[in-house]
């Protein structure tokens, strides 16, 4: 064997003068900056008010984002993924994967979309009879065909999705985002999470908490049917004398914080219980739906005969009134774990089929008015929807089943309204809808760019934590730029 090339003199030293000569030339780009600024962006956070609005790093498109999260990994295929290849070579194997195991085994032969797809819109796109009322809404929504997960396994891809980590313990996007900005408004909490009817996802709060982020900064969860706890006064007590009670708290509180000055945790304690005291006037107002009107009840379907439909309906219409009142993040699920594998949720590896027809009927409508609604209203001006789910499906059926496998190799979420085109595809995967394959995109880029809409900087925005400067976005990211309008 020949020896080493840097063990010989002559090249050891070759080498350590070019390696000087580039940090020289690193150091010259720096001092003129022609390098991309890469210091912390650290919001200055008032402990008194520590909701108060923040200005962006730059000029946003968006105010506020409205994330739709269907748990339990939609099939992409049977839903926005138009592959004739796979209609075509229905029953035969995946080519060179014969003898493929995925998540729970080995698979089956290649199985055509179960809803037939058509053209939709002006734009012809095709999306399938799965969620029709949506399908009439494809003009409206900017399709990411190349979306990738890091996981196949439910836990760690829903908190990647909604934290950017596999791992437990650290902070949703919403929470990212409350502590970059703030909130417009003073009366309610500036990140809100609604549960499915049917209960939380796998890893529940992990989805909206707040992990080493201040605490403040955690997404509120509650629903339409079951809101805010203990927002009502007691019976004995009239509004008049709790009025006066909270005046007179606040002018303790005061007292107490200026013979203790700088104590940031005291002020923080003091703004959330004057928070929660605003929250029982707001919030209650907010969460009641009884002031809409019978058509738009009848629109999202919020008195069904359906119970988990008419719920989930109940949610979405509450959806709508948090962001026109400045929510600043608001978190909407379909899909509990409560219930088993595929039962409440979309995780469809055995009977695909007959669970996806009820997800959907729980689902299309709903979703559908609350995009239309906020059109008619001229919310979706200036709110950003994502809809995503954790990762897509096989588009093989399992070996002896009637289902798909986890895939997060390649599957779809889609986006509408502030800052993104309109009626427009980014990215594809293959013939078969199985391995993403033309601009590969991951769940780092979508929240890169969930945060360049808001005017954030995600390679900027950071959080001093046990020695790392901590990101939503991880070391890894980049804006999606093809799909900003």
Not at 196 to 206: I, K, L, W
Not at 465 to 475: A, F, K, M, Q, S
Request: net charge positive; glycine share 8%; proline share 7%.
């Amino acid at each position: 064997m020949p020896p080493h090339p840097l063990l010989d003199r002559r090249h050891f030293l070759g080498h350590a003068s070019t390696g000087l000569s580039a940090i020289a030339l690193v150091s010259l780009f720096a001092d003129q900056k022609l390098l991309a600024d890469t210091t912390p962006l650290r919001p200055t956070i008032d402990p008194n008010a520590p909701l108060a609005p923040r200005k962006p790093h730059f000029e946003p498109k968006a105010k506020r984002i409205l994330t739709i999260f269907c748990s339990g990994a939609v099939s992409h295929l049977d839903s926005f993924d138009y592959k004739p290849e796979l209609v075509n070579r229905d029953g035969q194997p995946l080519p060179g994967k014969e003898k493929l195991v995925t998540f729970q085994g080995e698979n089956g032969n290649l199985t055509k979309p179960l809803w037939a797809f058509k053209p939709r819109g002006q734009s012809g796109k095709m999306v399938s009879d799965l969620f029709p009322k949506l399908a009439e809404l494809a003009d409206e929504m900017c399709f990411i065909h190349s979306m990738t997960a890091k996981s196949n396994t439910h836990g760690p891809a829903e908190n990647q999705m909604s934290t950017g980590f596999t791992l437990d313990g650290f902070p949703s996007a919403g929470a990212w985002v409350s502590y970059a900005l703030g909130s417009e408004c003073r009366d309610l909490p500036a990140f809100v999470a609604i549960p499915d009817p049917r209960g939380v996802p796998q890893v529940g709060p992990n989805n909206w908490g707040s992990a080493f982020l201040p605490a403040v900064f955690q997404g509120t969860p509650f629903t339409a049917d079951k809101p805010i706890p203990n927002l009502n006064r007691p019976k004995g007590i009239s509004e008049k004398e709790d009025a006066a009670t909270r005046k007179f708290l606040k002018l303790l509180n005061e007292e107490h914080l200026k013979s203790r000055p700088g104590e940031s945790d005291l002020a923080a304690r003091i703004a959330s219980h004057e928070l929660a005291a605003k929250m029982q006037i707001r919030a209650s107002e907010a969460a009641d739906l009884s002031k809409e009107s019978k058509a738009i009840h009848t629109e999202y379907g919020t008195t069904d005969k359906d119970a988990t439909k008419a719920g989930f309906a109940r949610n979405c219409l509450l959806a709508r009134r948090l962001l026109e009142r400045d929510v600043r993040f608001v978190q909407l699920f379909n899909g509990s774990y409560a219930m088993g594998e595929g039962v409440g949720n979309w995780d469809g590896h055995k009977t695909l089929k007959s669970q996806y027809a009820i997800h959907a009927n729980v689902f299309d409508q709903p979703c559908a008015a609350l995009l239309t609604d906020l059109k008619r209203t001229g919310l979706l001006k200036d709110t950003l929807v994502v809809w995503v789910t954790e990762f897509g499906r096989m588009p093989t059926f399992q070996k002896g089943a009637s289902g798909r496998d986890h895939n997060p190799k390649g599957f779809t979420v889609w986006l509408a309204g502030a800052g993104v085109k309109r009626a427009y595809s980014h990215g594809a995967t293959d013939e078969f809808g199985h391995v993403a394959v033309e601009k590969v995109a991951t769940i780092y880029d979508l929240h890169a760019t969930m945060l360049h809409l808001l005017g954030l900087n995600h390679e900027r925005l950071s959080f001093y934590h046990n020695g790392i400067e901590r990101r939503l976005t991880d070391v890894h990211g980049h804006v999606i730029k093809d799909v900003l309008a």
